[in-house]
């Protein structure tokens, strides 16, 4: 059985469009996962940690065979390997993929929240999940995602579409 995920891509460090570019394909390289449509990025100040280079942000749409413990193993083991360290939180980083929506699923277990509990107060990753599917509903919420980007404040963020 397939599953639809969409997943959040950021990085700001070592070339970042480049980093999340290379994120995607290997992810499109996985056995049991396909990339089916990709956001457009976004340059994105950061969040958390002050003092870091602004973020390359960016939602992919995903069909996958995988559960989604086993699309989270999977995400993390592509971070580690690009080479993503843990270290201070929402520091910089050379790649971070988080699943923000698998189906309508809710799952609610050690080390694993979906859909991503922090997505709809974030507008770096909702402006370009609302490219891909601006009608999906948050299964918990129950708000489509432009919905949820209308209730974040103009001014919370800055987010800028990259261009071409």
Same mark, same amino acid.
């Given at each position: 059985m397939t599953h639809v995920a969409y997943i959040g891509l950021g990085a700001n460090l070592e070339d970042p469009?480049?980093?999340? #570019?290379? /994120?995607i394909g290997r992810i499109d390289e996985t056995r049991d996962c396909t990339?089916? /449509?990709?956001s457009p990025f976004f340059k994105t100040e950061p969040v958390g940690v002050e003092g #870091?280079?602004?973020y390359v942000n960016g939602v992919i749409r995903v069909d996958t065979r995988f559960q989604p413990r086993s699309l989270l193993a999977c995400l993390l083991w592509i971070e580690t390997d690009m080479g993503r360290k843990r270290q201070t939180r929402w520091g910089p980083r050379v790649i971070d993929l988080d699943i923000l929506l698998f189906g309508n699923e809710i799952v609610e277990e050690k080390n694993i929240t979906i859909p991503h509990p922090l997505m709809h107060k974030r507008r770096f990753v909702l402006m370009p999940l609302i490219r891909l599917a601006p009608h999906l509903m948050h299964p918990v919420l129950e708000k489509t995602m432009t919905e949820l980007l209308r209730e974040i404040p103009q001014d919370d963020q800055a987010v800028k579409e990259m261009g071409g």
């Open positions: 469009l480049i980093r999340c #570019q290379e /994120a990339v089916s /449509a990709v #870091q280079k602004w």
